[in-house]
């Protein structure tokens, strides 16, 4: 299966640190995606990273991709309460359909 | 400017029922992908669509769910006679060239089947 695998389940953290939440998956893959899922809404791109790419930056996110040990991590920096939610890694290969990994929950206490 | 729009929202079915669930995506996206969130788990894959065709449904059961998206209207996915397992949520996604990664989601339809 190609499916991505988040590490930890759940983490909870105090406003103002670190998140970083890891990811590992199976097989190669073409590109990585990190998605975002408020509770109860819509999932929300957050970043791609290809294959051929070592780290890559967003605002306050970021990521890396070792394709040699088949992982990623996501880096959220200086949380914010606003920024609970679940984190999904998405790997893809064939660029028809993604392989989502069951998710981080991350909990910002203010 | 719209996003991706599903509806209903929440959607409360009896065994044995039928269930549609609609997805209207962003405005200029002619791709369309459904995934289904079982609790407790991740989005798993079911069907890509483009206008008038299914291009991959090699994520779809077998039985009693199909997918349509028909040159005017929205995406349907449809589910017949709807068993207790079937209770998830429903996200579309939709992109808007074969070669785009990237997908935007809808809100998802949560089905409850009692």
């Known amino acids: 299966s190609q499916q991505g695998e988040e590490d930890p389940q759940a983490l909870s953290i105090q406003e103002g640190e670190n998140a970083t939440m890891n990811c590992s998956y199976k097989?190669?893959?073409?590109?990585l995606q990190w998605y975002r899922q408020n509770s109860g809404r819509g999932l929300v791109h957050l970043i791609l990273?290809?294959?051929?790419?070592r780290e890559k930056h967003s605002g306050r996110l970021r990521v890396t991709l070792d394709t040699s040990k088949k992982s990623s991590s996501l880096l959220i920096t200086a949380s914010r309460a606003a920024d609970t939610a679940s984190y999904f890694c998405a790997t893809d290969d064939t660029g028809n359909q993604f392989y989502f990994g069951t998710g981080t929950s991350l909990t910002v206490i203010p | 400017n719209a996003g991706v729009m599903q509806n209903p929202r929440h959607l409360v079915r009896r065994r044995g029922q039928e269930a549609r669930l609609r997805c209207s995506p962003m405005?200029?996206?002619?791709?369309v992908y459904w995934y289904r969130q079982l609790p407790e788990e991740g989005l798993k894959f079911m069907v890509y669509l483009q206008k008038e065709n299914i291009i991959d449904e090699s994520g779809m059961p077998k039985e009693r769910f199909s997918a349509e998206f028909p040159k005017e209207g929205p995406s349907i996915l449809r589910i017949q006679q709807v068993v207790r397992g079937d209770s998830a949520a429903y996200f579309c996604?939709?992109?808007?060239?074969?070669?785009?990664?990237?997908?935007?989601f809808g809100p998802g339809t949560r089905l409850t089947v009692t």
């Open positions: 097989t190669s893959i073409n590109n």
């Open positions: 990273i290809r294959s051929n790419e």
């Open positions: 996604a939709s992109s808007n060239v074969r070669t785009s990664y990237e997908q935007y």
């Open positions: 405005k200029g996206h002619s791709h």
